[in-house]
């Protein structure tokens, strides 16, 4: 049973459009809620990361919003970019273990 | 620094064939762990290291061992490959439990 639950499952943005990939959770536990970019054919790599006592976080174009009472969290993509284009994973750890949702596949249309 | 190196890239085996995925890491990373990737099942944590003598279960461990010796390398072993063993392999490591995890570039595994 997935302990993260990630949506949509896909999603296609125009450039310059807004991607948005949400993720829930249970666990209140967990400590430390980071999200991935996966290209084909290569590793996860950290993307963005946010810690429950910070409601939001902003690195360039990527934002990620919190809501620790709905235990859900997001990642705003602004002015998507072709280059976007890749499966995006959101994750949640506690206790040295990292759960992660099923994952996202982004495709930006120029 | 080459970060997280993971070999062979690709690997066909037999069922009940056995083999050993490698896994180094040269930044002095204490945490490592090993994730395995099935389509539309996102990355599942197979068994995880604190440290050099020191291992631990996670989420999908049956038919997997791991050993710690040395702080740089931490190896899988598949004692009797299955077909459902078939995936994707990823090897991470990181400073601490709660820093981020740095992925190597993961192995290919079809069990025939």
């Known amino acids: 049973q997935q302990q993260v639950k990630q949506s949509p499952q896909s999603l296609i943005v125009q450039k310059g459009g807004i991607s948005i990939i949400n993720c829930a959770y249970e666990?209140?536990?967990?400590?430390?809620f980071p999200w991935y970019q996966q290209f084909p054919g290569k590793g996860p790599a950290l993307l963005i990361a946010i810690r429950p006592d910070v409601s939001e976080k902003k690195e360039g174009r990527f934002t990620i919003s919190f809501n620790k009472s709905a235990k859900q969290f997001s990642l705003h993509i602004m002015d998507s970019q072709p280059g976007d284009s890749a499966t995006y994973f959101c994750a949640a750890s506690y206790d040295y273990k990292l759960s992660f949702g099923a994952g996202t596949t982004v495709t930006v249309r120029a | 620094n080459a970060g997280v190196t993971q070999t062979p890239k690709f690997q066909v085996l037999k069922t009940g064939q056995s083999m050993t995925l490698q896994c180094a890491q040269d930044m002095n990373h204490e945490y490592m762990s090993w994730y395995r990737q099935d389509p539309g099942m996102g990355l599942r944590l197979i068994h995880y290291?604190?440290?050099?003598?020191?291992?631990d279960q996670g989420e999908v461990p049956n038919g997997y061992n791991v050993s710690r010796s040395t702080t740089e390398d931490f190896p899988l072993r598949l004692l009797s490959a299955a077909p459902s063993q078939t995936s994707v392999y990823f090897c991470a490591s990181s400073y601490s439990t709660s820093d981020w995890q740095f992925f190597g570039p993961g192995t290919r595994l079809t069990v025939l």
């Open positions: 290291s604190v440290g050099a003598g020191i291992t």
């Open positions: 666990n209140t536990a967990f400590d430390y």
